[in-house]
């Protein structure tokens, strides 16, 4: 018995002084200031669970049903409404409050600071008010486009039979309606929580959005898996994409620092009534996929394409042999 107390004893101590030695070396890893930089603590940043929360009461208002079971008869649904909305309001003000100080205080705004005077800070808990209620006022505006978006989805997949299934069931339509509620706080400069909600939702569905990019209504994305779209596209009306679209940049201008210069037109713009085929890559800034057109799958495009073009890559050529025994 005293042989394994002194074991233990002896493994307890080499555990707590391996302990010790790995927070002595770890310690001077993190930055514990105000500061923007990669070895921050994030100490009173957004919290993502509340932000997740937040962005899940949303939907779960602008889709009742389609992020948790609910039965809710006509006459109690403004109640339900109301709920949702002030617990929507719990969930995202105080982390709104927490990311807008990020306008002055990121990495991108002190090196712009350089070349322009940087502006004032802002009361952050005032205009966390303002910008939750802005989003709010926006809600019925958003709930129009989604119900577009399901139009579309049902209208353009014979396999959908309900627009209950398209509601419940589609990953494209949680991407969507995602970032719809992304980009309207992306378009009042809120840092950070924007990006938070996209990439929940790139998690849950494959599909990744940035919340800058700019979709008009009708917008349906078939199978969802793999798609990419980046900040500074812009896209109309009645775009159907197919799973593993990219519609990227082609490259990346480079400050005087050897830097991605940010805040410029890097990525596509696609007008109303275009159908992208699945795994086509679309890139730059100033391509242009002019309206009616149909880009095949697979199709690699770094140019404008007019109006009612068609554009299809020419393959290897197949061989079926019939009844052939193989090589």
């Known amino acids: 018995m005293k042989k394994k107390t002194a074991q233990s004893f002896c493994l307890g101590h080499a555990m707590e002084r391996c302990l010790c030695e790995a927070v002595a070396r770890l310690r001077p890893l993190y930055h ?29 208002l602008l889709f009742p049903g389609r992020r948790r079971s609910t039965d809710i008869s006509a006459d109690e649904l403004g109640v339900f409404l109301t709920r949702r909305l002030s617990t929507a309001w719990r969930h995202l003000r105080p982390e709104l409050e927490k990311a807008l100080p990020f306008r002055a205080r990121g990495a991108a705004a002190r090196a712009e600071a ?39 989805a049902y209208e353009g997949d014979p396999a959908a039979l309900t627009y209950a299934e398209v509601q419940l069931a589609y990953p494209g339509l949680l991407a969507i309606a995602s970032h719809r509620l992304a980009h309207e706080l992306y378009a009042l400069d809120v840092p950070i929580v924007p990006r938070i909600m996209s990439e929940w939702t790139h998690a849950q569905t494959g599909v990744d959005i940035h919340p800058g990019a700019r979709i008009g209504h009708g917008f349906f994305i078939d199978h969802a ?28 201008p480079l400050d005087a620092r050897g830097r991605p210069i940010k805040h410029i037109q890097r990525h596509p713009t696609v007008e109303d009534d275009v159908v992208i085929y699945a795994h086509a890559t679309i890139l730059g800034g100033d391509t242009v996929i002019g309206h009616d057109s149909t880009i095949g799958g697979n199709v690699w495009l770094t140019k404008s394409v007019p109006p009612n073009s068609r554009i299809l890559t020419e393959g290897p050529r197949l061989i079926i042999r019939e009844g052939a025994k193989a090589d």
Do not use: M, W
């Open 225 to 252: 898996t793999g798609v990419v779209i980046g900040e500074t596209c812009r896209i109309g009306h009645r775009v159907k994409l197919y799973q593993g679209v990219t519609l990227g940049a082609k490259s990346f």
């Open 32 to 60: 514990d200031g105000p500061e923007d930089r990669p070895d921050s603590l994030l100490r009173d940043y957004p919290d993502p669970l509340e932000v997740v929360a937040g962005l899940e009461v949303l939907i779960d």
């Open 114 to 152: 350089r070349t322009r005077r940087p502006a004032p800070a802002p009361n952050a808990r005032a205009e966390s008010f303002a910008i939750i209620r802005a989003l709010i006022e926006r809600l019925p505006e958003i709930r129009k486009l989604l119900i577009e978006d399901v139009k579309a």
